[in-house]
């Protein structure tokens, strides 16, 4: 989805997967950050909160009627139906990040 957002052009790409990481590791409690992620990817945690949060408000926000193709494809359970995957409140996802 970020490919399409001029806003996120700015940002390294290893930057934004990390932060795309760390946002679905979230949001399937999955555990937060851990050093093994610290050391390979070269983002402490705290790095990565504004781009985590941005993330999550463009999936709250988005447009429903942009991208139909792609969410009809992310939907499909070969891609274990991600799209479906419904967005962290903001002020959880708040909460969440200061414990990680």
Not at 72 to 97: C, G, I, N, Q
Request: hydrophobic residues 35%; glycine residues 4%.
């Amino acid at each position: 989805m970020t490919l399409q957002e001029y806003d996120y052009a700015r940002e390294s790409p290893s930057k934004l997967a990390a932060s795309c990481l760390l946002l679905a590791l979230t949001m399937k409690n999955l555990g937060g950050w851990t050093p093994t992620l610290e050391y390979y990817s070269g983002y402490r945690s705290q790095d990565l909160h504004p781009l985590v949060k941005r993330l999550n408000f463009l999936l709250i926000y988005q447009p429903r009627d942009k991208l139909k193709a792609v969410r009809t494809k992310y939907s499909h359970r070969v891609f274990f139906e991600v799209a479906k995957v419904t967005p962290m409140d903001m002020l959880k996802l708040e909460e969440t990040l200061k414990s990680c």
